[in-house]
Nanobody
Framework: VQLQASGGGLVQAGGSLRLSCVAPRRLTSVFSAHDMGWYRQAPGSQRELVAGISSGGTINYADSVKVRFTISRDNSRKMVYLQMHKLEPEDTAVYYC?????????WGQGTLVTVSS
């Protein structure tokens, strides 16, 4: 089971991007029960949690992106989004979406975000 992430690209510092992630059809009936998250991994760094939204709607952010990023989900479309504003070169990374529920732990292939200074 693989999630499909999209929306990455090259943007200048201060710009905005919106990442999207869709879950596969087999998760249609249970998508809403999954906790969803966006992670990122910069070259030479470990993967880190950027933002998460639980099945109940609880949201958390990494300190570095608070105020600038917004995570949301649309359970009817099996989608999770990451709206990113005021992007900084330090935000450059491959961004991955993740879905977890009990022993389920699904990942997307990643989408590259490059922020130029």
């Amino acid at each position: 089971v693989q999630l499909q992430a999209s929306g990455g690209g090259l943007v200048q510092a201060g710009g905005s991007l919106r990442l999207s992630c869709v879950a596969p059809r087999r998760l249609t009936s249970v998508f809403s029960a999954h906790d969803m998250g966006w992670y990122r991994q910069a070259p030479g760094s470990q993967r880190e949690l950027v933002a998460g939204i639980s099945s109940g709607g609880t949201i958390n952010y990494a300190d570095s992106v608070k105020v600038r990023f917004t995570i949301s989900r649309d359970n009817s479309r099996k989608m999770v989004y990451l709206q990113m504003h005021k992007l900084e070169p330090e935000d450059t990374a491959v961004y991955y979406c993740n879905a977890t529920r009990y022993s389920d732990d699904y990942w997307g292939q990643g989408t590259l975000v490059t922020v130029s200074s």
